[in-house]
């Protein structure tokens, strides 16, 4: 093997002061290439090797892209109540903690119900006048029908009655003045008479019993005739006073004709009215009892007391948010996919599901997707029209239901993480 000397100085030196010069012997050209190349023959297998399974991995990842869209912006969701009282007062007593499981119908907080009975027995006070008030007021109604009613038919009779007097004051006033006519008539003949008589009696042709005779018929026959024309004055007033008397009555039936429905509908509505007034006292005592029934808050559904915010002598008010429950019982994922992921995505197809929580996985369907995407139901959503527009891949929540009957869906709660993958692909 040939070599070729490199020449380097010593460090250190002769007696005389001058550096040594060492001849050191380097490797030929022809000696380092056997030794070079099987490092480079490792280097491209290695190279392959890296490459085939950096190809592998590629490959595999679109096959699976291919078959399946999955996401990390996904958590487990869920009905939060959140309960409030309907009635304000002061706490007596709390029942639940927090993390505990309760039933539908649970009482969970007592309110102070001291007020709430007050009420209650006011509105039954209320109710038992409103009920007297209508009980008092309800018989007039058909007593004023009655009364009127009777007033109509005594107002019909004095008419009929005006009416047949007034027709037999009239006939009196024909027959008297027949009866005049015919006395005035007598008594002219019995004036005549007696004139005759006068003048025979002067003649001394005629005795003195048939002149007074004369004389005394001519008297009675104008006495006759007086008497009959103060009987038919009499007559004559009577009429004129029976005709104002069917005026009056007349008047009287029309009033209470026109009258008589009035007052009956006045008392109708009197009694509407208090009828009105019971209905309502019983309302009040209605909303009363449900008030008082308030007092007790119970819990809604079958659930899990995630948040307690209240304790006992705290005073809470309606709208005031108390205690939170969570629907364990129905629970689902919701999965935030980026608006390029769901080309395939449909209801119905299975999902696989990772639980960081749980560290399991679980399987489910897509039950739909979402109506808008997030940006646009945010609190502030963008104004694209203002100019300063970037797009931006959106991203559309999808809602997953959970198979039933898998385990462990009892220790899910909502905001865990999750990862589903969607299989859109057999």
Not at 105 to 111: E, H, N, R, T, Y
Not at 118 to 143: F, N, R, Y
Not at 270 to 296: H, I, P, S
Not at 344 to 370: F, I, M, Y
Request: avoid cysteine.
């Amino acid at each position: 093997m040939s070599t070729t000397g490199e020449v380097k100085t010593d460090g250190g030196a002769r007696p005389g002061g001058a550096p040594v010069t060492v001849v050191e012997p380097r490797p030929t050209a022809t000696a380092a290439a056997p030794a070079a190349a099987p490092s480079n023959g490792k280097r491209k297998i290695i190279g392959a090797v890296v490459l085939l399974a950096v190809a592998t991995g590629g490959l595999i990842y679109y096959l699976a892209g291919r078959r399946f869209q999955e996401t990390d912006d996904a958590q487990i969701d869920g009905n939060i109540t959140n309960l409030g009282p309907r009635v304000t007062g002061t706490v007596t007593a709390v029942y639940v903690l927090e993390n505990q499981v309760v039933k539908a119908g649970d009482v969970l907080v007592d309110i102070d119900p001291t007020e709430l009975q007050v009420a209650v027995a006011q509105a039954k006070a209320s109710v038992a006048q409103a009920q007297a008030q209508l009980q008092a007021e309800d018989p007039s109604v058909s007593i004023t029908e009655t009364s009127n009613k009777a007033l109509v038919a005594g107002a019909s009779s004095e008419l009929a009655s005006a009416m047949a007097g007034l027709s037999g004051s009239r006939s009196d006033v024909d027959q008297l003045t027949a009866r005049l006519v015919q006395a005035e008539g007598n008594a002219r003949l019995a004036a005549i008479e007696r004139k005759r008589g006068e003048e025979l009696f002067a003649a001394q042709a005629l005795p003195r019993a048939d002149l007074d005779r004369r004389v005394t018929a001519a008297e009675t026959a104008e006495a006759e005739v007086q008497a009959t024309r103060q009987a038919l004055a009499s007559a004559r007033q009577r009429v004129a006073g029976l005709k104002a008397q069917l005026g009056g009555t007349q008047s009287k039936l029309t009033e209470v004709r026109k009258n008589a429905p009035r007052e009956v509908e006045t008392r109708r509505a009197t009694v509407l009215f208090r009828q009105a007034n019971l209905d309502l006292a019983k309302a009040q005592l209605a909303q009363a009892e449900l008030n008082l029934g308030y007092a007790k808050v119970r819990a809604p559904i079958d659930g899990l007391v995630a948040k307690k915010a209240v304790n006992v002598g705290d005073h809470i008010t309606p709208g005031q948010q108390i205690i939170a429950l969570v629907e364990t019982k129905r629970l689902w994922v919701t999965a935030n996919y980026r608006e390029t992921q769901l080309q395939h995505v449909t209801a119905g197809q299975p999902v696989e599901l990772h639980v960081d929580a749980l560290d399991r996985d679980l399987t489910g369907k897509v039950e739909s997707l979402g109506g808008a995407t997030g940006s646009r139901l945010s609190v502030l959503p963008p104004e694209n029209a203002s100019g300063n527009y970037v797009k931006v891949v959106q991203r559309i929540p999808v809602r997953i239901t959970l198979d039933p009957g898998q385990p462990d869906l009892e220790r899910l709660r909502p905001g865990m993480s999750v990862e589903p993958k969607i299989r859109i692909a057999p």
